[in-house]
């Protein structure tokens, strides 16, 4: 099946899928760049997918990587409206995941970094369906006064973040934490130390452990 958006997929090596994990990346990046992190993680979670799509909008300071919502307009509320497209974009995309594959959102954990952990919040707070998990790096929550009005379900989220990030700052996973304790979301951070704005070693190993923890021992 060609799902509408363009993407990498790494299968299972016995073609096996029982479970699923979709990483979204960041602004400027692409489905190749987040699909690295899969190389360690394909050989501790078997008969799982990775679906790694490409944003549904190039990227206008990197015309080789894409966006899932534009930030080239300083405002905030457009930028809301664009990431709701977004969400919808990936919706759908979901869904056809969902089919060919007969899973459903208790078999998937969405991740995404920067960009992408932002709109993996938002749509794990948002389906009408919990996922397994969501597991998001370098990201925060775009509008909190939005996204209190449109929570229908809470995921349980893992979120991972650089004490150095200089691009999205810490203190947005401090700001997270609370709003998601607030509306009663489980939630576990973790701070890496000396850690700009990627996804260090230690960051994919503590974010493994957790969809092992989630995806295989719920």
């Known amino acids: 099946m060609k799902f509408s958006l363009d993407t990498k997929i790494i ?3 016995n073609n096996n899928i029982k479970n699923a994990v979709i990483l979204l990346h960041g602004y400027g990046g692409d489905g190749n760049d987040i699909s690295a992190i899969t190389l360690n993680w394909k050989r501790f979670l078997p008969e799982t997918i990775f679906l790694c799509p490409n944003g549904h909008e190039v990227c206008p300071i990197n015309q080789n990587g894409f966006q899932w919502f534009d930030l080239e307009k300083d ?3 457009y930028i ?5 497209k977004a969400e919808k974009k990936l919706n ?3 869904n056809e995941i969902k089919s060919e594959f007969n899973l459903n959102n208790s078999k998937i954990c969405l991740s995404g970094f920067s960009q992408g952990c932002m709109i993996s919040i938002n749509l794990g707070l948002t389906m009408e369906e919990e996922f397994n998990c969501v597991v998001g ?5 775009i509008d909190k006064e939005n996204i209190s009005k449109r929570i ?4 349980k989220i893992l979120l991972i973040h650089g004490d150095q990030d200089v691009v999205v700052p810490p203190s947005n996973l401090l700001e997270a934490k609370d709003f ?5 979301v489980n939630v576990e951070t973790k701070m890496i130390d000396n850690c700009g704005h990627h996804i260090p070693i230690e960051a994919s190993s ?3 452990n957790y969809i092992k923890k989630n995806l295989y021992f719920k």
């Open 137 to 141: 790096f370098s990201g925060k929550i």
């Open 11 to 13: 299968k299972p090596e």
């Open 75 to 77: 405002d905030l509320d």
């Open 92 to 94: 759908l995309f979901i």
């Open 180 to 184: 998601l304790m607030r509306h009663k």
């Open 152 to 155: 229908k379900s809470k995921t």
């Open 80 to 84: 809301l409206q664009e990431s709701i």
């Open 206 to 208: 503590v974010a493994l």
